[in-house]
């Protein structure tokens, strides 16, 4: 694991591992935290598609977001997932209600709650991208957090490249779901009836959340669990 001395908190790969799995750890809730941050979105989606009311469909859901705060509050369990949805949900149904405001119709409007999860993976693929590009992996600052040195990672180029590939797989996810939703959201605005590109985001928005950021991150324990490349020792580190 990580070595310490009296100058610096050197991380190894296996410290990087060790964050890996972390994340991994606080990501996967089990499955009972992924039905909680698919549930409420499903609920959105089959309400308004069957009934054609916003109103409607954003209580149905919230609804269901509540019900399955309050369970967790009387199990005194975590409520992260939950509230990750709530979140969710509350950005998305100010979304909708702009475009109301903006004289959108129903159909508009239920595309609009699905807007800001695009934009929010462009903008996450953009800067994670970025930080690999300049050298300073995301990934590393989660190796920082495990190893308590937020950026003595920096110094070891090895660490530097195997964090840098690891970002690439946070980045894959973000890219795929933008690659498959914008279409979806174009083609709902210009369709005369747009049931089917709602129907189908709906579909997208869970089938590529949680389930595909699980399988991110599996793969990055895949590749840490395949690396063989050492860690440099302090005469080939780069300074931070």
Known sequence: MLQHDAATARPSTETVEAAVRSQLSRALGGRRGMAEAAVPTLAFTVTFLVHKQLELALVVSVSTALVLLAVRLVQRST?????????????????????????????DTALAYFLPGILYNAAYAVLISFSILVRWPVVGFMVGSVSGDATAWHGDRQVVRLCGNLSWMLVAPCVLRVAVELPLYLAGKSAA???????????????????????ALAGMVWLLARNRTPVTDGAEAEPA
Do not use: E, T, Y
């Open 79 to 107: 409520v992260q997932f939950v509230l990750n949805s709530l979140v969710g949900i509350a950005i998305g149904a100010f979304f909708a209600w702009r475009s109301a405001r903006h004289g959108g119709d129903a159909a």
């Open 193 to 215: 009836d747009a049931s089917a590109m709602i129907a189908a985001l709906g579909v997208a928005k869970i089938g590529l959340g949680w389930p595909l950021q699980v399988a």
